[in-house]
């Protein structure tokens, strides 16, 4: 066998992010503020009163539990009849509640404040392993370009974050594109995981042991004979989860091998 080419693409670090980040998260916070008066409006228009509740709410949940539980539980009267009060009980609750969260200043305007640092720890990670196209990219759009044999494209691309070893040729990694997107989604899923337990301090053995070995053996499961671009030797090539000695970075490694 041949190896023709083989690249690690590494996470990057949050140091590596735009310093404009935080716009994201503040638009995030605006832009669901602003959808206040839509939500409140149809959350309304669709359950307007408490007839409305009864009708659409109460009598649909309980047609629902009774088939759940069924006629011949011991206790099924009993059950149906306390379902019953207590969702009596609600409807008012429900419409007033309703109306107080979703007035101006309330409760889901706090929440979502409360919520977008929450949502930019959670977008920090997405660029970390993603990227976003406006500005950045990460590992999982770069190994699409690899995998699609996409080389002047995937290079263009390469950062401080990646180490190419070896830069022979590039061929298409399988024999159809129809494959891509799932290895694409299957090491997006790994690697987020990798980048929350690099963030939350994991070593490295626990991350390897723990998410690494995992993955490799999902990814390794698309590295066949069925699959692979039959130009390749398939026993020779492979996509990774893997530490980078050059880089220090958890990456995806992706190499490529033809038969001589």
């Given amino acids: 066998m041949a190896e023709i ?3 690690h693409l590494g996470l990057l670090a949050q140091s590596e992010l735009p310093s404009t980040f935080d716009e994201v998260r503040d638009d995030w916070e605006a832009t669901l503020k ?5 939500i409140i409006t149809n959350l309304q ?3 307007p009163d408490e007839s409305a509740y009864t009708a659409k709410i109460k009598d649909r949940s309980n047609e629902a539990y009774s088939e759940f539980i069924g006629t011949n539980h011991p206790r099924y009267d009993e059950i149906m009849l306390k379902r019953e009060i207590k969702m ?7 419409i007033t509640n309703r109306d107080n969260a979703f007035a101006e200043g309330g409760r889901f305007e706090t929440g979502v404040t409360n919520a977008k640092d929450k ?6 990670v997405t660029w970390m392993v993603t990227g976003d196209r406006d500005k950045i990219y990460g590992l999982v759009p770069k190994a699409k370009y690899v995998l699609l044999g996409k080389k002047a494209l995937a ?4 950062t401080s974050a990646d180490h190419l070893i070896t830069s022979t040729d590039l061929k298409p990694f399988f024999k159809y594109r129809r494959f891509v997107p ?5 090491i997006n899923k790994w690697m987020t995981m990798v980048a929350y337990a690099v963030l ?3 070593s490295d053995d626990d991350i390897n042991t723990k998410i690494a070995t995992k993955g490799n053996t999902e990814l390794a499961s698309y590295v066949n004979d069925a699959m692979v671009n039959p130009e390749l030797d398939y026993t020779a090539c492979s996509i990774t989860i893997e530490k980078d000695a050059t880089t220090g970075r958890w990456g995806v490694k992706i190499v490529e091998a033809t038969p001589s």
């Fill in 88 to 94: 009596d009980l609600a409807k008012s609750r429900y």
């Fill in 119 to 124: 949502f930019r720890s959670n977008t920090i």
């Fill in 5 to 7: 080419y083989s690249v």
């Fill in 45 to 47: 228009r669709v359950i």
């Fill in 155 to 158: 290079e263009e691309l390469f």
């Fill in 200 to 202: 939350a301090g994991w």
């Fill in 34 to 38: 602003g959808k206040r008066s839509k």
């Fill in 182 to 186: 799932s290895v694409v989604a299957t």
